[in-house]
């Protein structure tokens, strides 16, 4: 793969939530480490989050999914159902599915509330069907409490498929911080899917993916995304 270029929350969370997150705004507090403690890898489905809507997209004739191989599961973004991707970092890592396909190559485009482009990049998408990392580069700082929007177009000749998403940077308390700070592994993870913090959910589970295999599993169910939880993490 090619690159070029909250808040008061119950005394732990705090995050400046976007339109769509107006109402029933106030999210979990995660619990501290410990260590007898069974982790649970279910991302929450508080109330505010909305039904699933299809993350993927475009193409012509009619057809959605013109790159991907008939009957395989389609391109589709690891994200919640409200497709909000939450993170504490000015660059994260996004994860997107690539199935079977003809295509080779897709564009990579991260906009700014207002439209502006901030980021844009051709992306050589993997010889193999799984779950591919998308970080963004560290010439990327997401500012705060701000809802970017982005999208992933795979080309195939004449037609493309799209996956689309937000990204929402979000800072959490001195006391939950402190408490993902000690925590390692699994048990990190679970504070973070806890605090409603996504992609760092991921990013901690696919630091060790082997090991968390099962956990990573278990996350993706959790959000709906069943179809892919068995697709391996790609390098």
């Known amino acids: 793969m ?7 929350l119950a005394g732990l969370v705090t995050t400046l939530l976007p339109p769509t997150w107006a109402n029933n705004s106030l999210l ?9 403690q069974q982790v649970s890898l279910e991302f929450p489905a508080g109330p505010r989050r909305s039904a699933p809507r299809s993350t993927a997209g475009g193409g012509i004739r009619g057809n ?4 991907t191989v008939k009957n395989e599961t389609p391109f589709t973004a690891l994200h919640p159902p ?4 939450t993170t504490m970092l000015g660059n994260p890592t996004l994860f997107v599915y690539v199935p079977p396909t003809i295509a080779t190559a897709a564009q990579f485009t991260l906009t700014s509330p207002v439209g502006d482009k901030v980021y844009e990049t051709a992306v050589t998408l993997p010889s193999q069907s799984g779950v591919m990392r998308l970080p963004l580069p560290d010439t990327i700082a997401l500012a705060t409490a701000t809802p970017y929007r982005w999208r992933l177009v795979m080309l195939c000749g004449g037609e493309e498929e799209i996956v689309r998403g ?3 940077r979000v800072e959490l308390g001195p006391e939950a911080k402190s408490a993902i700070a000690v925590a390692q592994g699994l048990q990190k993870a679970e504070l973070y899917a806890q605090s409603e913090v996504w992609l760092d959910t991921l990013m901690t589970l696919a630091a060790d993916y082997p090991q968390h295999r099962a956990a990573w599993r278990e996350l993706l169910i959790s959000v709906g995304l069943g179809a892919i939880a068995d697709q391996p993490l790609l390098d």
């Not at 959605?64 to 790159?67: E, G, R």
């Open 82 to 85: 409200d497709q909000l991707s």
């Open 2 to 8: 090619a690159w070029r270029h909250i808040l008061p």
């Open 64 to 67: 959605l999914h013109p790159c």
């Open 28 to 36: 979990p507090s995660p619990p501290l480490p410990i260590a007898s």
């Open 166 to 168: 937000q990204i929402l």
